[in-house]
Nanobody, 124 residues
Framework: QVQLVESGGASVQAGGSLRLSCVAS????????MGWFRQGPGKEREGVAT???????DYTASVKGRFTIAQDNAKNTVYLQMNSLKPEDTAMYYC??????????????????WGQGTQVTVSS
C-alpha cells in the first residue's frame, strides 16, 4: 500500500509562484510513474505533469515553461514548482502514483494511488 500526502496549496495572485509537495510512504517500489493532476470547476480531471522513476518528465502543453516537476528520492518526495501562475490554473491539485511507466495522454484510471488533493487558487 502506498500513501500520498500533498501540501503547499494556497491562494496567490496572478504571476506568483507556489511549490506543491507530495510525500510517499508505504511500499513505493512499484510506483514507476508519479503524476500531478488538477480539476477546476466544471472541468475534467487533467493530467498536468509526470515523472518516471528514471527521472524522465513531461507536461501538458498549457503549463510547459511555467511548471517543473522534480523528485527527491532520498525523501520519497515529488514536487511541482509552479511559476507565472494564471487564473486558469485555479484547481484542486492531486498527486497520483501508477505502477506502469508514464504515458500520455494521462488517464486517471491508470493511477492506483491518490493523495487527498490541495487547493490552488489564483486571483487576477
Amino acid at each position: 500500500q502506498v500513501q500520498l500526502v500533498e501540501s503547499g496549496g494556497a491562494s496567490v495572485q496572478a504571476g506568483g509562484s507556489l511549490r506543491l509537495s507530495c510525500v510517499a510512504s508505504g511500499y513505493t517500489g512499484s510506483a514507476n510513474c508519479m503524476g500531478w493532476f488538477r480539476q477546476g470547476p466544471g472541468k475534467e480531471r487533467e493530467g498536468v505533469a509526470t515523472i518516471d522513476s528514471d527521472g524522465s518528465s513531461d507536461y501538458t502543453a498549457s503549463v510547459k515553461g511555467r511548471f517543473t516537476i522534480a523528485q527527491d528520492n532520498a525523501k520519497n518526495t515529488v514536487y511541482l514548482q509552479m511559476n507565472s501562475l494564471k487564473p486558469e490554473d485555479t484547481a484542486m491539485y492531486y498527486c497520483a502514483a501508477a505502477s506502469h511507466y508514464c504515458r500520455w495522454p494521462l488517464l486517471p484510471t491508470d493511477f492506483r494511488y491518490w493523495g487527498q488533493g490541495t487547493q490552488v487558487t489564483v486571483s487576477s
